[in-house]
């Protein structure tokens, strides 16, 4: 998984993946590098240099992941059900911006609603919340048959303890039961 900043950068890294892969088609024809791309600025709102960059990544030939991080409680509702809800809309509307100029792309749903500790603001990625949220957008995407990668593994611990370990193992085998197709940052991160 690899990510730009503007789109002027995707060109310079076809390259260098044409140049490994042998060729252009070759690449095309089984990619190996994906862009990790988060389109919007929830709420409900397109990014424009990602979503640039997301169009000619696509063109380009790469499979892009269509990744939204709204925050509940902060850039997304408050509650887990709107929350999620917002989550699926901004992740459907970048499959839809890149569908719509390239039907055959390889689009990858990133739909990660990110949980927020009210009280001090902070993310509780650890939280059983966090698991809910996320197995709800997997189980959706799995009922759509769109690829789905999740965030799983985050742990609101300080310290690598059995609390960690508890947080991490829910969120990620809850993620993996739920039908997610691929888990990013499953080593997770600690307090928040």
């Not at 650890?126 to 799995?142: L, N, Y």
């Not at 300080?158 to 039961?177: S, W």
Request: contains cysteine.
């Amino acid at each position: 998984m690899i990510s730009a900043s503007e789109p002027g950068n995707v060109k310079q890294i076809a390259k260098l993946c044409y140049l490994i892969a042998g060729s252009e088609e070759v690449f095309r024809s089984r990619p190996f590098a994906s862009f990790n791309i988060n389109h919007a600025v929830p709420p409900l709102r397109f990014h424009e240099e990602s979503t640039a960059v997301m169009a000619e990544a696509i063109k380009a030939g790469f499979p892009v992941h269509a990744n939204v991080f709204g925050q509940l409680g902060a850039s997304s509702p408050v509650t887990v059900a709107g929350s999620v809800a917002q989550t699926l809309a901004e992740t459907l509307a970048g499959i839809t911006f890149g569908y719509s100029f390239e039907p055959n792309a390889k689009i990858i749903a990133g739909p990660r609603p990110m949980l927020t500790d009210l009280r001090t603001g902070g993310f509780s990625g650890g939280s059983g919340e966090q698991a809910v949220a996320t197995a709800i957008c997997a189980q959706v995407f799995r009922y759509w048959d769109l690829p789905c990668s999740v965030i799983a593994g985050a742990t609101d611990s300080k310290r690598p303890d059995a609390q960690a370990g508890y947080e991490k193992a829910l969120n990620i085998t809850t993620a993996l039961q739920a039908g997610a197709n691929l888990i990013t940052q499953a080593c997770g991160m600690h307090a928040g």
